[in-house]
């Protein structure tokens, strides 16, 4: 799917690691969340702040909750407000990869204990996908099956790993990437907050270096579902972030995705941008 511009095909580094980068950084981020056409309630959340009122500075978490009566949906925004807490109230007294691997494990359990005293959120439970930005550098921490993007020179990375069961078909060499990508049970997870007594979240935790022009992308499993990897990066080579999440909800809407949507389009530049863009009909904590 094209989206009614051109681009090259420029190879995307091998490595994101050790790019150069000039002091100065800034962060833009624009959010979009939307139950989509088919659900009844929104189960996604997601949340973002710039820590020390600094938008050199990001911590931002995109999750999306499962398990009955509402019980995802409270999973998610749990997930969302204990990171975020977290990661704030730390965040001068740890390293960014320590800080996000025990923000995962002190979410997780803060989720575990709710759903084993409530007996309608019983084995609650949801992914999350953040990013923490700090002196030009990126970490990612992840569990579950929404997933984080880097578009850079114009070519789309995958930076999260699927805790999928298919995903582990496919890596284990059972399944081809065809199969993995269109395969029945693709969205049975093997780790997610709230679910099991203990997680391994993927933490990235050598940092690599932001650039100008970047774009990262999370979202929750209803975008990719919609929008195969070549579409998300034609999507994040459109110049206006806001006009590419509209393109996205369009799309998605279209597309008769059968799963909430949500995603945040995180703009790297070396200047300040204006205040993000944010869509109707989401759970945000900012």
């Not at 269109?182 to 997680?199: D, E, R, S, W």
Request: glycine fraction near 6%; proline fraction near 3%.
């Amino acid at each position: 799917m094209k989206f009614l511009f051109s681009k090259n095909n420029n190879k995307l580094p091998d490595s994101t690691k050790n790019n150069p980068s000039s002091k100065g950084k800034f962060c833009a981020v624009y959010a979009i969340s939307e139950t989509g056409p088919v659900r009844d309630h929104n189960e996604d959340s997601i949340a973002f702040s710039f820590p020390e009122n600094n938008r050199h500075n990001l911590i931002a978490v995109v999750a999306d909750g499962m398990g009955g009566h509402n019980a995802g949906e409270v999973a998610s925004k749990m997930a969302c407000d204990l990171l975020l807490d977290y990661c704030l109230k730390n965040w001068k007294q740890q390293a960014p990869d320590k800080l996000l691997h025990k923000a995962y494990l002190e979410a997780h359990q803060t989720i575990v204990t709710a759903g084993n005293s409530n007996s309608e959120q019983k084995g609650m439970g949801t992914t999350a996908t953040s990013v923490i930005i700090h002196k030009n550098a990126c970490y990612i921490g992840h569990i579950g099956d929404s997933r984080a993007y880097l578009l850079r020179n114009d070519s789309l990375m995958q930076l999260s790993k699927d805790h999928t069961l298919v995903n582990q078909m496919y890596e284990n060499g059972e399944i081809t990437e065809k199969e993995r990508d269109h395969h029945p049970m693709k969205n049975v997870l093997l780790q997610a907050m709230g679910t099991t007594p203990t997680i391994q979240p993927q933490i990235l935790a050598d940092g690599w270096s932001i650039m100008e022009g970047d774009r990262l992308f999370l979202c929750s499993d209803g975008v990719y579902d919609a929008l195969s990897e070549e579409d998300i990066e034609d999507l994040l080579l459109i110049k206006r972030p806001e006009f590419a999440l509209e393109c996205l909800s369009a799309t998605a809407t279209a597309r008769n995705v059968s799963d909430n949507f949500s995603a945040l389009l995180i703009d790297i530049s070396s200047g300040v941008q204006s205040n993000p863009s944010m869509t109707k009909e989401q759970n945000i904590v900012q």
